[in-house]
């Protein structure tokens, strides 16, 4: 026993020295590269003296690093997550400076550009140079990741599983790849992770599910982690009785949708047990959480929205290569958006502003920080894991789901598949991955790129109200403005007639090529009968414009109905798959509008896009080009990669007390998968009492930790 720890304790000196000595050589060589950035005396020093001014700098600068660092970024944790990647440099850079500052003699100057520079290739090559002698050392590697979870389950007052036992397993969710798109990118080669748990025989299946109506994250997650997404229609939505819009990506309706589910489902969520959850829009019932959107909107001492930027970006190697890649990045993205725009490819939006930067956060930022997560998850022995991986997602909106774009971001997040299979190694607990989505997305113009305007001013010029000038200069705008000007004989503004000054402005909210327009004065669901007193060309404007597919409308007579061109109209019990509107977009489409047809906060009117089923292209009412939240194409065909050991989807969903069905559908559904597979080698999740779970959810006595 005493043996190996002299053993280990020699080892782990002998890689400081490495490390110490690499370093110096760097800041040396740094010197005499670089011109404002010196290691002698103005009067020169001999060549022992210039070296042992530089491995006093790199010893200097490695203990500030090691001792300062944490503690600046701890307290930097009330800036924004992205000022804090911004501002990696300059506190990295500031380090050096004392650290010069702290050589004997003064001898280390360096202007302060220069120490930015100085400072971010040391950190790098003091990490590269860490992490060349670990790889050679798996015991070490394993002993110090160790190290750190047990570090973080103290901190955070909870304690992992760990040790021997049944496996743990972890679910990483590829935020908006379809089933086609992955099993495509498999088969390239592009995924080659991937490929190889398709090819071995006793890896891992691939079976498709399909969404709800609602085909984005909000619902999904909701549905997956939670067990409910009931009353989700859209990812946005309005609610008449508080007139609050509700938006699936702000954290205080993430906080609200997930009490309400927990409310329904009486059950903490699916992560309950010894539980992690990273990156999400919901918590799933975890203890362990970081970046986890439900919990941002948190007041006081259970706040912890960034707690999980800190356990990264502690170590100043993490932060300096990330911030590299961020930089990366932004150029990587302007010089793809640079070179469309040269090429004149079709379709495309615009990709300026603060987007790159916003692409960089979601493809490295988040992505660095979820999986150094999920890894210190697994050292930890947590029980189940869930992490989101949205670097996908924000590409595909802006670039196309099978651009050339998409496909290089598909490729590093199998990388980064590898390196979680490759931990798991060493974990202290065997693991399961268990690879899914939650949407794909459905390529497409955007309505306003195709037709001049958009859903919001097809909306007013069918209502009579004022349409924006740049929709009447073009021709599409014209001929909705001719239809409306044909049923009402009213002008569009900007016409010599005065415009009707009492109607509603209704609210027209967008989710991809999903539509939902409520009219905020007509309490209640506004039926078709009063809509068509209100305002007698709008339905049949919307009905029977190119780039709708269907509309679903309450009547006082039929109940709802969905409505199509030509005057289709079709009530919602006799709904058929396949057929009226229906018929392009394939099965499942008629249950799936039954379903949100029953929510209470469903739109007064629902408006789904076209859909070509022979491109598969939709129509989003948002800028994007590829698109997500209502039906029609790749969107609704997400999919699940699962071990060949654990039990099929669907006997899965029959034991858990669904119905046996010909394939998985619904969120919540795939919810039901997940729970079976956790209890197959964990025992029952118990779930939590009602009330503790809403009071946790809320923040006033959640008892849950922040985590890595």
């Known amino acids: 026993m005493g043996d190996g720890r002299w053993r280990t304790a020699g080892s782990a000196l002998m890689r400081v020295i490495v490390v110490w000595g690499v370093s110096t050589v760097t800041l040396l060589a740094l010197a005499g590269i670089l011109p404002d950035f010196q290691l002698q005396s103005d009067d020169g020093d001999s060549v022992t003296k210039t070296a042992f001014t530089a491995a006093w700098g790199a010893g200097a600068f490695g203990l500030l690093s090691a001792l300062v660092w944490p503690v600046l970024v701890r307290a930097l944790l009330i800036v924004p997550a992205f000022v804090l990647g911004m501002l990696v440099f300059f506190l990295n850079g500031s380090l050096l400076l004392i650290a010069l500052w702290l050589i004997p003699d003064g001898r280390g100057a360096a202007a302060p550009e220069t120490a930015v520079v100085v400072a971010a290739v040391m950190s790098a090559v003091a990490s590269a140079t860490s992490t060349a002698l670990a790889v050679h050392d798996d015991n070490a590697y394993r002993r110090r990741l160790s190290r750190l979870a047990q570090r973080r389950r103290r901190r955070s007052g909870t304690g992992g599983a760990g040790g021997e036992g049944p496996p743990g397993t972890v679910f990483i969710q590829l935020d908006g790849v379809g089933h086609d798109v992955l099993a495509q990118a498999a088969a390239d080669g592009v995924m080659p992770t991937v490929a190889h748990w398709l090819a071995d025989t006793e890896g891992h299946r691939l079976t498709p599910w399909r969404t709800d109506w609602s085909s ?44 309400r589910a927990i409310v329904r489902t009486h059950d903490g969520g699916l992560l309950t047990v010894d539980g992690a959850s990273r990156g999400n829009l919901f918590s799933g019932g975890a203890d362990q959480l970081a970046l986890v959107l439900s919990m941002a909107a948190r007041r006081g001492k259970g706040r912890r929205s960034r707690a999980g930027y ?44 603060l987007y790159p930067f916003i692409r960089a956060f979601a493809t490295v930022v988040e992505r660095d920080v979820v999986v150094s997560a999920v890894i210190g998850d697994m050292f930890g022995g947590r029980t189940a894991v869930y992490a989101d991986l949205v670097a996908y997602d924000e590409v595909a909106h802006h670039s196309g789901p099978r651009s050339r774009d998409a496909e290089k971001v598909l490729a590093r997040l199998d990388r980064s598949l590898a390196l979680i299979v490759k931990v798991a190694e060493h974990t ?27 859903l ?22 014209s001929e909705a403005r001719d239809a409306v000007r044909t049923a009402l004989h009213r002008p569009v503004a900007g016409g010599e007639e005065k415009q009707p000054t009492k109607a509603s402005d209704p609210v027209v909210l967008a989710s991809g090529n999903l539509g939902l327009i409520s009219f905020p004065d007509i309490d209640g669901r506004a039926s078709q009968e009063q809509l068509d007193r ?83 292209t939709v129509h989003a009412f948002e800028e994007q080009i590829g698109s997500h939240g209502g039906l029609g194409g790749e969107q609704s065909r997400p999919f699940l990669l699962w071990p060949r050991e654990m039990t099929d989807p669907l006997e899965a969903v029959a034991a858990e007390g669904g119905r046996r069905a010909a394939e998985l559908v619904g969120a919540e559904a795939v919810h039901r998968v997940l729970r079976r597979w956790l209890r197959e080698v964990s025992g029952p999740q118990v779930p939590v009492r009602t009330t503790d779970a809403v009071r946790g959810a809320d923040g006033d006595d959640a008892g849950t930790g922040a985590g890595v």
Do not use: C
């Open 534 to 616: 209100r305002h007698p060309a709008l339905l049949g404007t919307l009905a029977n414009h190119p780039g709708i597919g269907f509309l679903l409308v309450h009547s006082e007579h039929d109940g709802s109905v969905v409505l199509g061109r030509d005057g289709t109209r079709i009530p919602v019990a006799e709904l058929k798959d396949g057929q009226g509107p229906l018929a392009p977009f394939g099965p499942g489409a008629a249950d799936a509008i039954r379903r949100t047809d029953t929510f209470p906060h469903v739109a007064d009117v629902m408006v789904n896009s076209m859909y070509d089923p022979g491109t598969g």
């Open 428 to 454: 202290p607990r065997d693991y399961r991955v268990v690879l899914l989505s939650d949407h794909g997305q459905s390529p497409g113009e955007t309505f306003a790129g195709v037709y001049g305007l958009t």
């Open 216 to 259: 984005q994250t909000g619902a999904s997650q909701l549905g997956i982690l939670h067990g409910s997404n009931h009353d989700v229609p859209a990812f946005r939505w309005y609610e008449k009785e508080t007139g609050d819009v509700m938006v699936s990506s702000r954290p205080a309706s993430a906080l609200e949708l997930q009490r």
């Open 456 to 477: 919001k001013d097809l909306v007013r010029a069918g209502s009579g109200l004022p349409v924006p000038r740049r929709a009447q200069r073009t021709r599409s705008g």
């Open 310 to 353: 800190f356990a990264y970006f502690s170590d100043p190697a993490n932060a300096v290569r990330t911030a590299l890649s961020f930089v990366a990045e932004v150029g990587r993205e302007i010089g793809q958006s640079t070179r469309a725009r040269i090429r004149k490819e079709a379709p495309r939006i615009k990709r300026g502003g």
